[in-house]
């Protein structure tokens, strides 16, 4: 297996914009990528798209308005996970040594899909969902179970709004760059108890994008590039054998696995971006990616620690919360956001000497499986002549 780099990157802004057709903000993604790799669109040998609503040939529909064509497009869907799926597939690829440099590209426009101004309906097969398990009343669920034995309280899940909005009123990319306080979000709209409406991510349109490529072929163009340490993605278990709602199961699995081939541990990360679609959510990551023991994500928050200046910054980007959620554009635009970091690029949402990060994305529901997909990648402060590429 080859070392693999991700040597350019790029982002539409995130908002609500239904003028904005999927070509247009994907080739803006997609430019910006391969401008800041700083190659030329034609050393591209692959590409790998995912949109969740409305997919038809997305890299081709994006791509043909740059000038690619001719070469090998793959598109991919996995719901929250899929821009993550376009990542992992073409790092393999990388790796394998199918190919030396490739394009991946998440892109939605939800305020023109069939749900717009909807939540996310239910499968029609979807039985749990057809009886009432939507996305908010399941994480409403855990939300109370986190009170119940964690000792969460509602201030707290709160707090993590707070804590993203603090963050995304940094970013101009941002959905909403709006401050809000404990009070504010508490007596926003009840969604589903204790959840409120400012607890929950919006519907959002936009796309990011990341050129990747073999490590010899970005040492052509930098003596500092990026590299992907660890990759992993993996599905859900049958729900039966759940006996927690408190954690997902195939989160902290994909998060084992990245650990282990990186040769790293939770204990190495300066800074993570991940899903954080309703605001209670973020604590069951903090315990599934291993930042604190089983039982202590209350405590962790409750420090400071995930905040920026805090030991673990968690979403320094505002996150879903902030950013908003076009579906299949998140799970790029966090490897996007982890690798600025790294190189030193955030401005106001630096991270001081951020050296190692993690990028991750969770996604889908099903009747009978205890989610659809997550997907966990490290990736490594840029590699000097004179040093190794991480803590490690």
Not at 116 to 123: E, H, N, Q, V
Not at 208 to 230: C, H, L, N, Q
Not at 261 to 274: C, K, R, S, T, W
Not at 283 to 292: F, K, R, S, V, W
């Amino acid at each position: 297996m080859r070392d693999v780099a991700v040597l350019g990157v790029g982002q539409s802004e995130f908002g609500k914009f239904p003028e904005r057709t999927i070509a247009a903000m994907g080739a803006t993604a997609a430019r910006a990528a391969i401008t800041d790799a700083g190659i030329d669109a034609s050393e591209l040998q692959a590409a790998f798209g995912s949109r969740v609503y409305d997919a038809t040939i997305t890299s081709q529909t994006i791509l043909k308005d740059l000038g690619i064509t001719r070469i090998e497009m793959v598109n991919v869907e996995n719901a929250c996970a899929g821009g993550s799926t376009a990542v992992r597939s073409l790092y393999k690829d990388i790796a394998a040594g199918y190919i030396d440099v490739g394009i991946a590209i998440g892109v939605e426009s939800m305020t023109t899909s069939p749900i717009a101004g909807k939540l996310i309906p239910p499968d029609k097969d979807d039985l749990d969902g057809q009886l009432g398990l939507t996305m908010p009343v399941l994480f409403a669920l855990q939300a109370q179970r986190l009170m119940e034995t964690h000792g969460a309280t509602p201030e707290d899940f709160a707090r993590i709004s707070v804590k993203a909005h603090d963050h995304g009123a940094l970013n101009p990319m941002a959905q909403y760059r709006k401050q809000f306080t404990v009070e504010e979000v508490l007596h926003s709209r009840m969604i589903a108890d204790p959840i409120t409406l400012l607890q929950c991510c919006p519907n959002t349109d936009g796309a990011a994008a990341v050129v990747m490529t073999s490590a010899d072929f970005a040492r052509r163009y930098t003596d500092t590039p990026v590299r992907i340490i660890g990759s992993s993605l993996t599905s859900g278990g049958y729900s039966f054998h759940r006996a927690d709602l408190t954690n997902f199961e195939l989160g902290a699995r994909a998060a084992s696995e990245a650990y282990e081939q990186a040769g790293i541990g939770p204990e190495d990360l300066d800074v993570l971006e991940i899903h954080d679609a309703f605001a209670s959510e973020e604590l069951i990551h903090y315990e599934d990616l291993g930042l604190c023991p089983r039982g202590d994500a209350v405590g962790l928050l409750r420090s400071g620690a995930t905040a920026l200046g805090g030991r673990i910054p968690v979403n320094p980007s505002g996150g879903l919360q902030s950013l908003g959620h076009p579906l299949a554009a998140s799970g790029v635009r966090v490897i996007g956001d982890i690798t600025n970091q790294l190189r030193g690029r955030c401005g106001d949402q630096q991270v001081p000497n951020a050296q190692v990060g993690l990028a991750q994305m969770l996604g889908g529901v099903a009747t009978g499986l205890d989610a659809g997909a997550a997907s966990v990648h490290i990736l490594a402060r840029p590699m000097r002549k004179d040093s190794t590429c991480c803590k490690n």
